[in-house]
Nanobody, 115 residues
């Protein structure tokens, strides 16, 4: 059974930092591109950042320079360090594991940034 379990969300003031973590089980972790997506109320889910097994990263323009994605292939975890948070970063953040054949999602964790 595949599980992606997110943690680390919460309430933070504008300019603050949060670190999200996602623990994966039930998949051969190294075969998946890991990513973080977010969905704000009334908006579509959007890409935040992705990272390949080899460490190549991709970021949305809106978070470039503020967020850092990383993964630990030995521990089957992927993290998202979020700095200089803005109210517009408020959303439910979802962990994603994807390859050419499968895609899996976590349940999501709420991030709220107050102004």
């Amino acid at each position: 059974q595949v599980q992606l379990v997110e943690s680390g969300g919460g309430l933070v003031q504008s300019g603050g930092s949060l670190r999200l973590s996602c623990a994966a089980s039930g998949i051969f972790f190294r075969l998946y591109v890991m990513g973080w997506y977010r969905q704000a109320p009334g908006k579509q889910r959007e890409l935040v950042a992705t990272i390949t097994s080899g460490g190549s990263t991709n970021y949305a323009d809106s978070v470039m320079g503020r967020f850092t994605i990383s993964r630990d292939n030995a521990k089957n975890t992927v993290n998202l360090q979020m700095n200089s948070l803005k109210p517009e970063d408020t959303a439910v953040y979802y962990c994603n594991a994807a390859n050419f054949r499968d895609a899996f999602w976590g349940q999501g964790t709420q991030v709220t940034v107050s102004s």
